[in-house]
């Protein structure tokens, strides 16, 4: 019979429970696409002020930043 000390069944335990959620987050990733479309990428703005990135969906010249709530004059 083979013996287990607690240390080792401790580890164990914690090895596979960290396998785990690393192989459901890569079953999640891989099942969303993984990808980022480059027409995202255009609606992606950063505050200035704040550097909070955010997607807008407007296609205004004039954003709000939903953070700290600050006029971004998309032109610049």
């Not at 164990?12 to 993984?34: A, K, P, Q, T």
């Not at 002020?49 to 953070?67: A, I």
């Amino acid at each position: 019979m083979i013996k287990i000390d607690i240390v080792l069944a401790i580890s164990l335990y914690l090895c596979s429970s960290i396998c785990l959620v690393f192989v459901l987050w890569m079953f999640y990733n891989l099942r969303e696409g993984g990808q980022v479309s480059s027409d995202n990428l255009s609606d992606l703005q950063q505050c200035p002020y704040c550097t909070y990135v955010f997607f807008h969906g407007n296609k205004n010249d004039v954003l709000m930043c939903p953070q700290c709530q600050c006029y971004i004059d998309k032109r610049r």
